[in-house]
């Protein structure tokens, strides 16, 4: 959408060359010859089938036909090694989502149950020569449940359908890097396993799991065995039941694990209704700590159905007589109370239908709130049962709960992978998050000097405009190099070389944007299966499993955004806006009422975070690794809404940004050091780092996928460092405390790929990367004098338009920050690009030595002037179009010369 108060001028860069003028002409009759044609269900309105397989979206255009030699979403090859070179029984082949009958779409991947609709590990068994597909799940992780669904042939001596769990202890396994270990995680050892029985007694087998429905953070999966025996399991992060929904099964068997012991049926107040508590000990060389640990379950049935021990078996237990459309719902209860067991009892038969997320940007307080909703169905309304469930919350939302929803809060807690959750008795809770601002670029403060301008000017003019990467991700890194020094070059007041990046940026991005035929080597092709838009050629599987398109748009946003600042037509809807908007809607479509693509694909609501990959394809559940490149996306987004006017992605970005930030300074950072454990395990192991790599959802890494070192395992979670970084600086202390792990690594700052399990491995004299250009830039949220004097663009990486950063950047940013000192976060303003930033010069409060020297920055992106007004009262009028910059000493504030669009 376009205001009219947030229209912009028209500002020429590019001269149209005809050519083009005669492809739009071109493009504009086939859009309206294909107008008397309705458009299919299955597509926007502004993006007609053609059969030349070129749908146009204003200036741009994909494909909808997969371009012959590429792969889009698959179930993954089949393959057996027995020398250095495997052995292939099943090709790669397309996978097809596996859904229920009913199912209405759009298919979610990406998610943390994404293994239920999509099948793709294909495994070799050697006892049979044969390729198993995995027709059930992966490892689910709706904590702080665990468990798997699966099935064996019938007949089979293991007669598992499911496995579930408590994982209220951890471990550190055998993976070592240098010398420490470098995985912490909640291991899945089934506390109990499930098994099924129609009412002849005979087990029953389901020949797959389907997808039923979904919702914000909960599924339905189906698991049948194709002869009229069936259950649904519905799952929700944060439950403490799972619930389950029977057609023709008689009884339910309970298999306790473990070496264990237990009291069973300890509490049954009423019929059909059982607590029990579980002493879970598990093999003591597997450091499992504390070990042994206590647990406690409840059963609710409706319909007759009983919980009881018949089998003459302690650790066999049944949920029985359950009708031909049955309920179960099992809890996890945080203790054995009778008085607990009847406050989980009175909820547990308010099935859930339906998980909502809203959120609101609140410029006005510089907030984000987030509303989370349950939608209940009572299934037995028998006298006491309430329509109301319980829900429990990750510590970054539970630490910023809304004053309302604090009084929903019970003493009943539970332990996760990702720190203690709290249970709230509500189907609705807020949360209320501080947005603290970003910036387009650091304000080009340290200009006064005449040798900073002089050395700025000489990278600017000596940094280079190729970009020769191949695929989407670093071609993306290449154009987003270009953008930040498009950005730099406008703040420092060079426009002729900010033209020089931004003409060099225009025909890369516009040729990714633009489909050109079967011959097109860089083009966008639209999956309707998956509902999806995949980048060609592309890398680390962003075609075959949909993974990291958080990451690769994210830079081309970026790029984006800078283009449309530029030249404010480019971004219009009628040229290559449209195409932008549908890589924002592939990532997190905000727009519920559209089809073509699932609600926030890559984003966790709940979690608060991303998820990197898109079938979940894993025993771990799924995973991120780059939590900065996954905010960088949300920050384009902040970027591109503003520039263009667009409140609606604006205010996307800022929901996205400012809880994925907070969810990072948790989950990834540890800035409380309340999530990573740093006890030592009963083996007597520790896990040494203050950071993660790799949120998983039952463990953690400090490692990445290309590299173990410990530059490599930070500095992907720092990188790229522009002005939607602010963030990372929230916590100063915790910034030094990484900063100094890495660099007391024998290895400081270099990232390469250690062999595994030897303590001081050199690195080639050839290989590996110096990152340490990037720790220059992280050391300077918490000493940014001292970052800026280890500056020197000697070291080759830097040099090397592949690394996604040079000289100019890293100049830029450094000797900027020394002049801003740090963001001071605790004033806000009622702007999404605006942000205040103090620093503290020593000495006495008189004017010849002020302490401390106030910046205010703000981008006004309007062509009207606006007022701006800061969390301290400070007020700054910028005008339209420009980068306004403030400095107060002592409460006298002197405006620097305003900044040339």
């Given at each position: 959408m376009h205001p009219s108060s947030r229209r912009h001028r028209w500002i020429p860069l590019f001269a149209i060359a005809l050519p083009l003028m005669l492809g739009l002409s071109l493009a504009l009759l086939l859009t309206q010859a294909a107008s008397a044609t309705p458009a299919p269900q299955d597509r926007e309105p502004v993006t007609p089938h053609h059969i030349d397989a070129n749908v146009p979206v204003g200036a741009g255009s994909y494909t909808d036909q997969l371009p012959a030699g590429r792969q889009g979403p698959s179930v993954l090859a089949c393959s057996y090694q027995i020398t250095t070179t495997p052995i292939i029984v099943e090709p790669t082949r397309p996978a097809t989502p596996t859904t229920a009958s009913g199912f209405q779409g759009p298919v979610q991947t990406n998610d943390w149950w994404s293994s239920i609709v999509w099948k793709a590990n294909n495994n070799y068994n050697p006892a049979t020569k044969a390729c198993d597909l995995n027709r059930w799940s992966e490892g689910l992780f709706p904590h702080p449940w665990a468990l798997n669904i699966q099935s064996n042939p019938p007949g089979n001596v293991d007669t598992t359908q499911m496995r579930m769990g408590y994982s209220n202890y951890f471990n550190?396994?055998?993976?070592?890097?240098?010398?420490?270990?470098?995985?912490?995680?909640?291991?899945?050892?089934?506390?109990?396993?499930?098994?099924?029985?129609?009412?002849?007694?005979?087990?029953?087998?389901?020949?797959?799991?389907?997808?039923?429905?979904?919702?914000?953070?909960?599924?339905?999966?189906?698991?049948?065995?194709?002869?009229?025996?069936?259950?649904?399991?519905?799952?929700?992060?944060?439950?403490?039941?799972?619930?389950?929904?029977?057609?023709?099964?008689?009884?339910?068997?309970?298999?306790?694990?473990?070496?264990?012991?237990?009291?069973?049926?300890?509490?049954?107040?009423?019929?059909?209704v059982a607590g029990f508590t579980q002493y879970f000990q598990s093999d003591p060389n597997t450091g499992m700590t504390p070990n042994p640990v206590t647990q406690h379950f409840g059963f609710f049935t409706t319909g007759g159905g009983r919980v009881n021990n018949d089998s003459g078996d302690w650790r066999v237990f049944s949920v029985q007589g359950l009708p031909a459309s049955g309920y179960v719902a099992i809890a996890l209860l945080p203790d054995l109370d009778p008085t607990t067991l009847e406050f989980y009892r009175q909820r547990a038969y308010a099935l859930p239908v339906n998980t909502q997320v809203d959120w609101r940007y609140d410029p006005a307080a510089s907030q984000v709130t987030t509303d989370f909703n349950v939608t209940t169905q009572l299934v037995d309304n028998a006298a006491g049962n309430l329509n109301e469930t319980l829900q429990s919350l990750y510590r970054h939302q539970w630490l910023n709960l809304s004053a309302p929803s604090m009084a929903s809060l019970t003493p009943f807690t539970y332990s996760s992978v990702a720190g203690e959750m709290k249970v709230v008795n509500s189907n609705r809770f807020s949360t209320t998050l501080t947005y603290h601002g970003i910036v387009n670029a650091l304000p080009s403060v340290a200009g006064g000097d005449p040798v900073y301008s002089a050395t700025l000017e000489s990278y600017l003019a000596s940094a280079s405009t190729a970009t020769p990467a191949i695929d989407s991700y670093f071609n993306g890194k290449d154009m987003a190099r270009l953008a930040e020094l498009a950005r730099i070059a406008g703040t420092a007041n060079l426009p002729v070389l900010r033209t020089k990046f931004i003409t060099a940026l225009k025909?890369?991005?516009?040729?990714?944007?633009?489909?050109?035929?079967?011959?097109?080597?860089?083009?966008?092709?639209?999956?309707?299966?998956?509902?999806?838009?995949?980048?060609?050629?592309?890398?680390?599987?962003?075609?075959?499993?949909?993974?990291?398109?958080?990451?690769?748009?994210?830079?081309?946003?970026?790029?984006?955004?800078?283009?449309?600042?530029?030249?404010?037509?480019?971004?219009?809807?009628?040229?290559?806006?449209?195409?932008?908007?549908?890589?924002?809607?592939?990532?997190?479509?905000?727009?519920?009422?559209?089809?073509?693509?699932?609600?926030?694909?890559?984003?966790?609501?709940?979690?608060?975070?991303?998820?990197?990959?898109?079938?979940?394809?894993?025993?771990?559940?799924?995973?991120?690794?780059?939590?900065?490149?996954?905010?960088?996306?949300?920050?384009?987004?902040?970027?591109?809404?503003?520039?263009?006017?667009?409140?609606?992605?604006?205010?996307?970005?800022?929901?996205?940004?400012?809880?994925?930030?907070?969810?990072?300074?948790?989950?990834?950072?540890?800035?409380?050091?309340?999530?990573?454990?740093?006890?030592?395990?009963?083996?007597?192991?520790?896990?040494?780092?203050?950071?993660?790599?790799?949120?998983?959802?039952?463990?953690?890494?400090?490692?990445?996928?290309?590299?173990?070192?410990?530059?490599?395992?930070?500095?992907?979670?720092?990188?790229?460092?522009?002005?939607?970084?602010?963030?990372?600086?929230?916590?100063?202390?915790?910034?030094?405390?990484?900063?100094?792990?890495?660099?007391?690594?024998?290895?400081?700052?270099?990232?390469?790929?250690?062999?595994?399990?030897?303590?001081?491995?050199?690195?080639?004299?050839?290989?590996?990367?110096?990152?340490?250009?990037?720790?220059?830039?992280?050391?300077?949220?918490?000493?940014?004098?001292?970052?800026?004097?280890?500056?020197?663009?000697?070291?080759?990486?830097?040099?090397?338009?592949?690394?996604?950063?040079?000289?100019?950047?890293?100049?830029?940013?450094?000797?900027?920050?020394?002049?801003?000192?740090?963001?001071?976060?605790?004033?806000?303003?009622?702007?999404?690009?605006?942000?205040?930033?103090?620093?503290?010069?020593?000495?006495?409060?008189?004017?010849?030595?002020?302490?401390?020297?106030?910046?205010?920055?703000?981008?006004?992106?309007?062509?009207?002037?606006?007022?701006?007004?800061?969390?301290?009262?400070?007020?700054?009028?910028?005008?339209?179009?420009?980068?306004?910059?403030?400095?107060?000493?002592?409460?006298?504030?002197?405006?620097?010369?305003?900044?040339?669009?």
């Open positions: 550190i396994p055998d993976d070592i890097y240098q010398g420490t270990y470098r995985t912490y995680q909640r291991p899945f050892l089934p506390n109990f396993t499930l098994s099924f029985k129609d009412a002849g007694g005979n087990y029953i087998y389901a020949e797959d799991t389907k997808l039923v429905r979904y919702s914000d953070w909960d599924v339905t999966a189906l698991s049948d065995d194709g002869q009229g025996h069936s259950w649904e399991t519905t799952m929700l992060h944060g439950s403490p039941y799972v619930f389950i929904q029977t057609d023709n099964i008689e009884r339910i068997e309970l298999r306790l694990q473990g070496i264990s012991t237990a009291t069973f049926p300890s509490l049954q107040p009423v019929p059909g025909p890369v991005l516009e040729d990714w944007l633009t489909y050109s035929g079967p011959s097109d080597d860089r083009l966008l092709y639209r999956d309707d299966t998956w509902g999806t838009m995949i980048p060609y050629p592309t890398g680390y599987d962003a075609d075959l499993l949909l993974n990291d398109h958080h990451f690769h748009f994210g830079y081309w946003i970026m790029a984006a955004a800078a283009l449309a600042d530029a030249d404010p037509n480019w971004g219009a809807s009628d040229q290559y806006g449209g195409m932008v908007e549908l890589l924002i809607k592939d990532v997190a479509n905000w727009d519920r009422s559209d089809p073509t693509f699932p609600f926030l694909r890559f984003f966790d609501p709940y979690a608060g975070h991303s998820w990197a990959n898109g079938a979940a394809n894993a025993g771990a559940g799924n995973n991120q690794e780059s939590s900065s490149e996954a905010i960088n996306f949300a920050v384009g987004l902040i970027q591109w809404g503003e520039v263009t006017g667009n409140d609606t992605i604006r205010d996307l970005g800022v929901y996205l940004y400012t809880t994925e930030t907070n969810a990072v300074q948790q989950y990834w950072f540890d800035v409380d050091e309340a999530i990573i454990p740093h006890t030592e395990t009963a083996d007597g192991r520790t896990y040494p780092w203050k950071f993660t790599t790799i949120v998983w959802g039952n463990m953690g890494n400090t490692k990445t996928y290309f590299g173990a070192s410990a530059a490599c395992s930070a500095g992907i979670n720092v990188l790229p460092v522009t002005g939607g970084s602010l963030y990372l600086g929230q916590d100063r202390d915790h910034v030094k405390t990484i900063y100094d792990q890495v660099a007391a690594t024998y290895d400081a700052f270099i990232c390469w790929q250690p062999a595994a399990n030897t303590a001081n491995p050199q690195p080639p004299v050839t290989g590996g990367d110096n990152w340490a250009p990037f720790f220059w830039q992280y050391l300077a949220f918490n000493d940014p004098v001292s970052a800026a004097g280890m500056f020197t663009d000697t070291i080759p990486y830097l040099n090397n338009v592949d690394s996604g950063t040079s000289p100019a950047q890293v100049y830029y940013w450094l000797e900027n920050m020394k002049a801003l000192g740090s963001q001071a976060t605790w004033i806000v303003a009622d702007d999404p690009l605006a942000a205040a930033f103090v620093r503290y010069n020593g000495g006495l409060l008189t004017a010849a030595a002020p302490a401390f020297v106030w910046t205010y920055v703000v981008h006004n992106h309007d062509d009207q002037e606006k007022i701006v007004t800061f969390s301290n009262g400070v007020q700054v009028t910028a005008p339209a179009n420009d980068t306004t910059i403030v400095t107060d000493v002592h409460g006298n504030i002197r405006f620097l010369p305003m900044i040339s669009r």
